[in-house]
């Protein structure tokens, strides 16, 4: 039974600690840190958690009844418990991004390297989900030939709050795909551009400008064009279609009835990702504690990863600017990060 103290009670706090409660095995919580103590304090008594107030990150990573840590803070706040964990030889399952910048994700894979050992699983949920799988053993068992070229959709129903930012839609929407791709793929980035096409009239978000469309060009020269709306107005869509030199690959349809009434055919679109990656979320989660408590290497998305993304994002943000072709250069990945993905 692997004891998890968890850092951070906002949402994504909430959708792990209910699957944590109601879905998963072979865990409990046992430390809670919330820099607002009333939110550790809610969320502990809405699950009814047997577990105690932490007073710090430092408390928490470092107590005697902590086995493994969770992060689930602010974006900018990930890099201390993280090092704190590697620091003190404890697994840390981190919500994405692993550091808002790409100098604080370096320190993290020098710890870890430093260490000889991966701590860290970055919680790109996505990786989980059986029809992502799917689409990755399909392209790896070489059935479409070598992937060249791709389309991925990302549309939210309304953006996220009236403040959302043109930058956010690469920070929180695109940093998915930018983990996914280059998983498929089985290539490094060489670069990304992003485009502002006509601006939606109905965007109410004053300083996100939308929609985006991000391309990224890969090492070998496969490109994939991704379309991102805050605004669809009609529901969450994600879809993702790899081109290959001899067949398609795409995600399916989401499995939903159809309704035929009223002289029309049509089933329901989610609102947003928390019932579309439900089992994700789920598998992501019971795959960091399974190997927390066999003891065994972790094998999701890698510190490495988490700088890919991050790195990516950067040079999204600053395309941009000026909608220009932005180069991305990356070290060379550390052995420790070579395993096969
Ligand atoms: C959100 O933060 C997520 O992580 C969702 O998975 C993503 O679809 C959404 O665009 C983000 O805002």
Redesign the pocket.
């Known amino acids: 039974m692997v004891k998890i103290g968890l850092i951070g009670c906002g949402a994504?706090a909430h959708t792990h600690v209910s699957n944590l409660v109601n879905h998963l095995k072979g865990e409990e919580i046992t430390e809670v840190f919330d820099v607002v103590p009333q939110a550790a304090k809610d969320l502990i008594k809405e699950y009814q958690l047997n577990a105690h107030l932490s007073e710090s990150v430092d408390a928490l990573v470092n107590s005697n009844n902590v086995d493994v840590v969770m992060v689930c803070s602010r974006n900018d706040t990930h890099v201390e418990p993280i090092l704190a964990a590697i620091q003190a030889h404890k697994y840390v399952f981190t919500e994405?991004p692993l550091a808002t910048t790409a100098a604080a994700c370096k320190k993290i894979i020098a710890a870890e390297v430093a260490a000889g050992q991966r701590f860290v699983q970055v919680g790109f949920?996505?990786r989980y989900d059986p029809a992502y799988q799917e689409l990755k053993a399909t392209i790896d068992q070489g059935l479409i030939g070598a992937p060249l070229m791709g389309y991925c959709r990302?549309f939210?129903t309304v953006p996220?709050t009236s403040y959302f930012k043109t930058e956010?839609?690469i920070n929180?929407?695109?940093?998915?795909e930018s983990d996914i791709i280059h998983w498929l793929f089985k290539d490094d980035y060489a670069s990304v551009q992003v485009q502002f096409p006509r601006p939606n009239s109905l965007n109410p978000a004053a300083e996100l400008k939308d929609p985006q469309i991000v391309t990224v060009k890969m090492k070998q020269g496969a490109i994939v064009n991704v379309y991102?709306n805050?605004n669809s107005h009609y529901g969450?869509e994600?879809r993702c279609q790899v081109i290959g030199e001899k067949g398609i690959a795409q995600l399916p349809e989401v499995n939903r009835l159809d309704l035929h009434a009223d002289r029309k055919i049509y089933h329901d679109v989610d609102y947003?990702?928390s019932n579309?990656?439900v089992e994700a979320y789920q598998r992501e989660l019971q795959d960091f504690i399974d190997h927390a408590n066999r003891q065994e290497a972790l094998t999701g998305p890698t510190a490495w990863d988490g700088y890919i993304a991050t790195v990516t994002s950067d040079c999204a943000i600053q395309s941009q600017k000026n909608e220009a072709v932005v180069p991305i250069e990356l070290p060379e990945r550390p052995e420790l990060y070579q395993t096969k993905e």
């Open positions: 994504i994405k949920m996505r990302h939210m996220p956010n839609t929180d929407s695109f940093i998915h991102l805050q969450y994600v947003d990702w579309r990656f």
